[in-house]
């Protein structure tokens, strides 16, 4: 298949260039990155075709051409030294990637596999709890992209432009261009991006961290985070306060009634690290697995883009550490300055926003944090070329990421559509606010929710250690930033920067952790007290994860799915529907064809006001011949009728039927789709 093909040739593409550009860097090391950056030529380049040729399968071909230009440039550019053989932290790597990638990589690929449009015997299509909001999103955009013009709009809010980040998902459209069905498409590059989330941390991990045993704890800490919100699940434990989906975590009496209720996978976001009753126990910290990977692939696509450059940045401070404090200045400027890696930093942190903005936005405050960490250094030596390698970081990223922020983030950040304000507010304390106070006391917070990796944070902070002090530097910038700033109208989604300075912040927790380990030496008890400790850390992450494992929900009907089938094989691809405003909606989700307007589940939190939309449709089904001008106004090619619009709106179904021609109606008749045009499907 074609999609097939072109995955290997920017894979091998990627790798080649790196190659080229970096190869004093060990195997390993060049081959994960060289397959991240050929990812990441493989969202963008056709992207940038389809400006001229519509995101098409013409504009995957002539994107090739400029990544053969690009392979040129990396070979007339290359450095000219020796390929780095296989070294014992080669085999360091190898062993993280085979104990810990790897089984976190089948794992999530399980929860894909059962999550995204998993088909049952009846035709039905499955999802999970976890992917049972975002889900449909994400298929709207994927489905819609095909052969779309460029810049797109929203396909559930036609007339605006799509600004959400929509690369992720223009990724996985390429493959369905290329031959493969909705559900391949998903799993194939769900898989290539989990996989490089789970290898790029686990190699991250491996340059931060000073000890074997670190690493390994680093990325579980990170991967299998939550809190102390199990002890909930053992708090009263033969007292009932709640019922199933009410309260699962202290639903009936005895630990193992409790933990069913968990476990048993229908109650809604009833989890000892996402508790749906939020008012109650206020538990925020997501599991990064269950809650942040499966669902939202925008976080997966940017943090497999992301941990490539934090690895780069992250090499690159603390290579220039050691190189200013050598005397010998002989060296020459290859040997010295790595600046082909500083382009390659800035070439990919530039290519981030439109791949993941809250990716990028961490990544910039990160790198402020860390340069603030540099200066004193950078001062007292004197040597403008280190400040010559901040200035090109930062210059190409700009270069980059400017034209995308200003056609499209900045475009709905500060001034929506209906011009409802900026997202950027003032919001102290993330999601633990409660009317002008606190819904708890602002470390207890923190403490309840992130457990004991923020104790040994809190306790790193007293040691003379330069490694965490320049993690420290890049995470706390991030930190203060997220914790007063809300850069989105679901205060939420913060989490997306929190993470990223988790993300930093878990290597000096584990390492922290060896430290004090090696400390209690000849402590008779320090197994046991281990033992706890690993209890006290993965307790909450794993019930989350076991939880999601076995959550089974029904996302589309049988009847849904066969709908959509008519509308792909009979009506035209960019056809506008009216529509109900249902986030399960296989018309824009399965089929990729435009509505009206999407729910304000999604649209709401992207800026977009939908109040006129909305009382435009519903007057429409209510009084078809009244308010036909609703369709000339949208440009309506069809109609929907499903039990969705008969119970949200009244449908006065017998007057569109005297007004419009039927051309599809399901096998069970809850589904029929009218033509506006008084034509037959076969004359379209």
């Not at 450059?309 to 002989?330: V, Y």
């Not at 306790?459 to 991030?478: D, M, Q, Y």
């Not at 706890?532 to 993965?538: E, V």
Request: proline letters at 4%; glycine letters at 6%; one cysteine or more.
């Amino acid at each position: 298949m074609s999609s097939i093909l072109w995955l290997v040739l920017y894979l091998v593409s990627g790798n080649l260039i790196i190659y080229c550009l970096l190869p004093q860097k060990r195997p390993v090391i060049r081959y994960w990155l060289g397959t991240a950056l050929g990812v990441l030529l493989m969202m963008w380049l056709p992207a940038l075709c389809a400006f001229a040729l519509r995101f098409s399968a013409a504009a995957h071909w002539l994107s090739l051409v400029p990544l053969v230009i690009l392979l040129g440039l990396s070979y007339v550019f290359r450095d000219k030294l020796p390929a780095k053989a296989y070294t014992s932290d080669d085999k360091t790597s190898i062993q993280l990637l085979l104990f810990l990638a790897l089984p976190l990589t089948v794992l999530s690929f399980f929860l894909i596999w059962t999550h995204d449009l998993r088909p049952a015997e009846d035709g039905s299509l499955y999802t999970g709890q976890a992917c049972y909001g975002d889900l449909s999103l994400h298929l709207s955009i994927i489905t819609s992209l095909r052969n779309a013009a460029f810049p797109p709009d929203y396909a559930i809010m036609p007339g605006n432009l799509l600004s959400y980040p929509f690369l992720t998902d223009s990724f996985t459209t390429s493959f369905m261009l290329g031959g493969l069905s909705l559900r391949a498409a998903l799993l194939i590059s769900s898989l290539i991006m989990l996989a490089l989330v789970f290898a790029g941390y686990s190699l991250l991990c491996q340059r931060l961290c000073k000890t074997k045993p670190g690493m390994f704890i680093a990325a579980l800490l990170f991967f299998i985070n939550g809190g102390f919100g199990f002890v909930y699940i053992f708090d009263m434990l033969y007292v009932p306060l709640g019922t199933a989906d009410q309260n699962s975590l202290q639903a009936g009496t005895g630990l193992a009634e409790r933990l069913w209720n968990i476990l048993e996978g229908y109650s809604w976001y009833q989890t000892p690290t996402n508790h749906a009753e939020f008012d109650t126990y206020n538990l925020r910290w997501s599991n990064v697995i269950a809650d942040m990977l499966i669902p939202q692939r925008t976080t997966m696509g940017g943090w497999s883009m992301l941990l490539p450059c934090l690895w780069l940045l992250t090499d690159l401070i603390l290579d220039e550490g050691q190189r200013i404090e050598q005397a010998d200045t002989k060296m020459s400027l290859q040997e010295k300055y790595s600046w082909r890696q500083i382009c390659l930093l800035g070439l990919m942190a530039g290519a981030l926003p439109m791949i993941h903005t809250h990716s990028f936005a961490a990544l910039a405050f990160c790198s402020f944090g860390m340069l603030l960490y540099s200066l004193p250094r950078m001062i007292k030596h004197g040597d403008k070329r280190h400040w010559y390698g901040w200035l090109l970081y930062a210059a190409l990223a700009a270069v980059l990421s400017i034209p995308q922020l200003f056609t499209w983030t900045f475009s709905q950040a500060f001034k929506t559509s209906e011009g409802t304000g900026s997202f950027i507010t003032f919001h102290f304390n993330w999601v633990n606010r409660y009317g002008d106070g606190l819904k708890d006391s602002y470390l207890w917070f923190y403490l309840k929710n992130i457990g004991l990796p923020f104790i040994l944070l809190i306790l790193a902070l007293f040691e003379k250690n330069k490694r965490f002090r320049l993690l420290f530097s890049g995470a706390t910038v991030i930190f203060v930033l997220a914790e007063f700033i809300r850069f989105q109208p679901n205060e939420y989604d913060n989490n997306k920067l929190f993470y990223v300075w988790y993300m930093l912040c878990a290597p000096i927790a584990a390492d922290y952790a060896v430290l004090l380990w090696n400390k209690l030496k000849g402590i008779r008890a320090r197994g046991l007290l281990a033992v706890l400790c690993g209890f006290m850390c993965f307790c909450s992450g794993t019930i989350s994860i076991a939880h999601e494992c076995l959550s089974d929900w029904q996302l589309y009907s049988a009847e849904d799915v066969e709908t959509a089938r008519y509308i792909e094989e009979n009506l035209p691809e960019h056809a506008v529907f009216l529509t109900g405003r249902q986030h399960l909606n296989p018309v824009s989700s399965l089929a990729g064809r435009t509505i009206v307007c999407g729910p304000d589940l999604w649209l709401h939190y992207h800026g977009l006001d939908t109040s006129r939309r909305n009382t435009d449709i519903a007057m429409f089904y209510q009084d078809p011949e009244k308010n036909a001008d609703v369709l000339e106004e949208y440009g309506v090619e069809y109609i929907l009728v499903s039990n969705w619009e008969r119970n949200d709106y009244y449908v006065d179904e017998a007057a569109i039927e005297k007004l419009y021609p039927i051309i599809f109606e399901s096998e069970y008749g809850s589904l029929t789709i009218y033509d506006v045009s008084g034509g037959t499907a076969n004359e379209q």
